[in-house]
């Protein structure tokens, strides 16, 4: 008696618990058990978290629609340079993905790095600006409207 209470562990029906998903005849039917008050405020509660729903979806496509990508080509010393590429994260891209991606594909070294600013970008290792280009409007999906190419060059010390 004493072997079949223990090999019952109560953990596998408390999981179970936690994680019930009940289908729509279930949902209504409990709905059906409520007042008719009850019913109209629940119905009235399902269209806000929907019209809010709604709302966030296209702010968020309109927040994307406007977002800038900016690469830039930054003068290291002489003839070296480095690509730094801002922006992606507004595009819903993971920085260090396409960071590791970026470095296969050029065959270069590549890193997230934070900017003085607060945000991160993406600085690559070599002259791969129009590389990128092409990549972020192809592969990105980003619109070429919103993909802005910059040219720096290193400020030579007054001295």
Not at 11 to 40: F, M, N, W
Not at 61 to 70: F, H, L, N, P
């Amino acid at each position: 008696m004493a072997e079949a209470a223990t090999s019952e562990s109560p953990a596998p029906t408390e999981s179970q618990a936690r994680h019930v998903v009940y289908c729509g005849e279930a949902i209504t039917a409990s709905l059906s058990t409520l007042s008719v008050d009850a019913q109209k405020r629940a119905e009235k509660d399902a269209k806000k978290k929907e019209a809010k729903a709604a709302a966030a979806e296209t702010r968020e496509k309109e927040a994307r629609e406007q977002a800038m990508v900016y690469i830039k080509r930054v003068e290291r010393n002489k003839r070296k340079y480095v690509t730094a590429v801002s922006g992606l994260e507004a595009h819903g891209m993971d920085l260090k993905k396409v960071a590791k991606e970026f470095g296969k594909k050029f065959a270069t070294g590549s890193s997230v790095t934070k900017t003085a600013s607060g945000g991160e970008e993406i600085v690559v290792q070599g002259d791969n600006s129009d590389d990128i280009f092409d990549w972020v409007v192809d592969v990105g999906k980003v619109p070429e409207d919103n993909v802005e190419c910059i040219e720096d060059k290193k400020k030579k010390n007054a001295g």
